[in-house]
């Protein structure tokens, strides 16, 4: 394992809370809770800090939409099996259909043979027709005309 992350881990593991994002505080922090006289090394180790607490934190965001998508995937399926079991239950089974469809009713079939049909007799009714025609330069003028 490489130096700057042995000593990244060490801190870590003993004060991982106090870590954030930014490298600036990180810097400070580091600074506070060890001793390291080198400004390179400790740059290195505040850089790989704000790098690997960066990286926890894009996984853990990773995970959480993951997590989201897979629980909304689950209310649509289970909101799709329940519209379908409404369905299945709100149409009457094919046997029931046929029973009604396949017994007319008797006194049905009685009535209409009792009765004779009426007769119709109608008058045609008075048409109107409309004829338009048109003059040069007068205008329209329509006539109607019943027949």
Do not use: W
């Not at 060890?34 to 960066?54: H, M, P, Q």
């Not at 995937?73 to 239950?89: D, L, R, W, Y």
């Not at 338009?132 to 027949?147: D, R």
């Amino acid at each position: 394992m490489d130096r700057i992350k042995r000593l990244s881990y060490e801190v870590l593991d003993a004060h991982k809370s106090k870590f954030g994002e930014d490298f600036a505080d990180n810097k400070k922090t580091l600074d506070q809770i060890s001793i390291i006289r080198s400004k390179g090394l400790k740059n290195e180790v505040a850089g790989y800090i704000t790098k690997f607490i960066k990286k926890e934190i894009r996984e853990e965001k990773a995970k959480q939409s993951q997590v989201s998508v897979t629980e909304a995937k689950e209310i649509i399926e289970e909101v799709q099996q329940s519209e379908a079991q409404q369905e299945t239950v709100s149409e009457p089974a094919p046997e029931a259909q046929q029973e009604t469809v396949s017994e007319p009713a008797p006194e049905a079939q009685q009535e209409t043979v009792s009765e004779p049909a009426p007769e119709i007799t109608e008058e045609a009714p008075a048409q109107t027709v409309v004829e338009s025609t048109t003059t040069t330069g007068t205008g329209e003028s329509s006539e109607e005309k019943t027949e």
